[in-house]
């Protein structure tokens, strides 16, 4: 293949203007927060976030590297098509859930991070215990597109995949580092715009190429592979359920989702945000599906590809470059690459922002030096969107596996943490004991049903196991789900039950060693009381910002379970005064 500087040119110009606007937006904002909520103003943007930058920001976190190639390789691959392509529509219901009953009860109460209403209720174990999958969710997230940009960018312009893939990481890790959630809003704009024009530009010229047969007339006839519009087998109907239930509840516990939502100048922005990206996805992914449909059109021996097709080469996953690269112009083409680079970097560096920012608040302020300074909090956030970003970029380079382990952590996101979101936000009377029991049945149900892209076999073989052609059981029965659902009930039946044997006398309080029901003023008590009551540390970014709200800070984040058992309520309205 040979290298075109022409391509190489367009995709420098266009990361440039990337990080010009980055840069950009970090100046824009450095007086941003007073000198006690500069932290606050990197992680919510100082929770001013209007509704157009919100949208555009919300809609690029989930319109990515994967949400693009994924849905068009969906739709192109025979036996699936637009029947499996799930994406667009679960994640969208996952985002119009998640505005309708999550996006409300958290900006309200005024949280800074997705992990905070975690910590009050259960305590500093139980959040770093979900740290763990929050952020190997992100993580994984972040490598996945990182490793999948280099590969696009090989069809594309022969150069080399590492330096391609260090030079996206390193640009989208130097205007998150400067700016934090400011640049990536306003970089999130100019990159969904990029999304949208490049790639409804390249779909005329790849659909008038001769060796694209009409589609309408593929989707439902076959004529180069099966039709494009798919079918779901009666065997893998609770396959489909289980995934599309994966993408639509285990979309919404995520960092870079309520980091949007927090960033809201009300909870009614918060909500409405949400509603609008959840259209946002759904009209993104049309041109990705279009181009899906084109690639399941095309007859390859007609084009410079040759024989054998996409299918056969084993490059279905990259059926979306190589129809732009094959299908379109070359200045098209190279306007179109430009176009997924923008996907990737729109949610790398709302994955990199959002580890950086639970570890920082989360793990490190509250949990081990809870006297640190505002200044303090904003390096530690500087050091480790630096160290995430190279991990992330470390792992796209080395790991073999890296897709695997990302829907291995995603499982977990929606196994561990939704189940464990309902119980602190909805469940009244769940406590550490339940939160750590649910997160153990779920952890331990979805390791031993296997992952066939990590060549795990099963422990558990539930009905419909079958091997796959590496000889690894895949499971037919939707077991994310009933892990799930374990995992959601085990924490509601162990806190009542742990509350009845400690409230009853039936366990002396000496045994209640997570001071999670007896003890009223414990050291674990007084570590979720500095959440909101200390001389000591500046907890202001707890507010909200805008004195319209008419929230005080105790109204905002005091949860009488904090210090009172006798009612187990984790309803965060429940508010006393400092």
Known sequence: ????????????????????????????????????????????????????????????????????????????????????????????????????????????????????????????????LLFIPALMGEMFWAAAIFSALGATISVIIDININLSVIISALIATLYTLVGGLYSVAYTDVVQLFCIFLGLWISVPFALSNPAVTDIGFTAVHEVHQAPWLGTIGSLNIYTWLDNFLLLTFGGIPWQAYFQRVLSSSSATYAQVLSFLAAFGCLVMAIPAVLIGAIGASTAWNQTEYGFPDPIANKEADMILPIVLQYLCPVYISFFGLGAVSAAVMSSADSSILSASSMFARNIYQLSFRQNASDREIVWVMRITVFLFGASATAMALLASSVYGLWYLSSDLVYIIIFPQLLCVLFIKGTNTYGAIAGYLFGLVLRI????????????????????????????????????????????????YLAKY??????????????????????????????????????????????????????????????????????????????
């Open 501 to 578: 044997l400690f409230e009853s006398g039936t366990l002396p309080p000496k045994l209640d060693f997570l001071d999670a029901v007896v003890a009223r003023y414990s050291r674990e008590h007084m570590d979720k009381a500095t959440l909101v009551k200390s001389d000591n540390i500046v907890l202001n970014e707890l507010a909200p910002v805008n004195p319209r709200h008419s929230l005080t800070l105790s109204s905002t984040f005091t949860n009488k379970e904090a210090f009172n058992y006798v009612d187990s309520s984790p309803d965060l309205s429940n508010t006393e005064d400092n």
């Open 1 to 128: 293949m040979p290298f075109h500087v022409e391509g190489l040119v367009a995709i420098a110009v266009f990361y440039l203007a990337i990080l010009a606007v980055g840069i950009w937006a970090a100046w824009k904002t450095k007086n941003t927060g007073s000198d006690g909520d500069r932290s606050e103003a990197i992680i919510v943007g100082g929770r001013d976030i209007g509704l157009l930058v919100g949208g555009f920001t919300m809609t690029a976190t989930w319109v990515g590297g994967g949400y693009i190639n994924g849905t068009a390789e969906a739709v192109y691959v025979p036996g699936y098509g637009l029947a499996w392509a799930q994406a667009p529509i679960g994640y969208s219901l996952s985002l119009v859930l998640g505005g309708l009953f999550f996006a409300k009860p958290m900006r309200s109460k005024g949280y800074v991070t997705m992990l905070d209403p975690f910590q009050q209720l259960y305590g500093k174990r139980m959040g770093g």
């Open 448 to 495: 031993t049903g296997g992952e066939p892209y990590l060549y795990l076999q099963p422990l558990i073989y539930y009905p419909g196991c079958y091997p796959d052609e590496n000889n690894i059981y895949v499971q037919r029965f939707p077991f994310k789900t009933l892990a799930m659902l374990t995992s959601f009930f085990t924490n509601i039946i162990v806190s």
